[in-house]
């Protein structure tokens, strides 16, 4: 028999401010055990220097992790022209020096406009991207390399915000992308297309998905309100987990219907799509969560929530 999940069986998406510091693994410890929920996971690694956007879903809504961290990104970050880390970003030594001081905005612009499009990019050495089980970062601190593949991905937008000159000059940049897109390994490839070393000194996530930081939650915001109304006034934070998917065409479906899909059993839907996943809910009732369309037409359960 399997063990029974300690916790309350909460289901929703929480879009948590992360602040500068902790992992995203310990700021997701940290939300569970305020919301005392039984299941949570996040969506998508921010480094411990970033802030910002970091979707958690409780309870049911895990089963849509993976529509999120397949999902786009946008960042606010900036990139220091002049030293190279061993990290790509502020906590790492320093590899390389080069003055910066003849560096001008409109170079900077100019470089940023090669960057938008596709291309492929390398997973830096110190990412949480696993090999043989083990996060590059991990071998990375034991002064190991290992070749990583390079990865297709999608620069939407990219501009410059602001341009501060000097020795070591800083530009803040404005990314949207596509996931799996390093900003570290970004801002290092910008800085070497100026013939500079360069890093990143910041990031900041602004949007994941559909979430964006105008609906985010400060984690002292949850720990006051816990402290002070408990643990299930926290659930009035949460975001309707359909809401992670709303990009799929919703059907519904009769609550005959719905009982054989909760059997895993396909069904037929009138002006159903002809392929593709789908969400699917209740005509008078709730989400019950994602399905896909069969050849002949009918609509299976992929991801239901129980």
Known sequence: MARRRKGRAVTGILVLDKPVGPSSNQTLQRVRHLFQAAKAGHTGNLDPLASGVLPICLGEATKLSQFLLDSNKAYKATVSFGIKTTTGDSEGQVLAEKAAGTLMADQVMAALTSFIGEFDQTPPMYSALKVDGQPLYKLARQGKE?????????????????????????????VSCSKGTYIRTLSEDIAESLGLPGHMSALRRTESGPFDLAQAISLDTLVDTAEK??????????????????????????SSAAFYLKQGQAVLVRNAPLSGMVRIAEATGPFLGIGVILDDGRVAPKRLFV
Do not use: C, W
Request: hydrophobic residues 40%; aromatic residues 4%.
């Open 146 to 174: 290992v070749e990583r593949k390079a990865r297709r991905i999608e620069i939407h937008s990219l501009e410059m915000t602001s341009f501060l000159p000097g020795s070591v000059a800083t530009s803040d940049i404005r």
């Open 229 to 254: 109304e408990g643990a299930e006034s926290l659930d009035q934070f949460l975001i309707d987990p359909e809401i992670a998917v709303g990009h799929l065409e919703r059907v519904e479906v009769s």
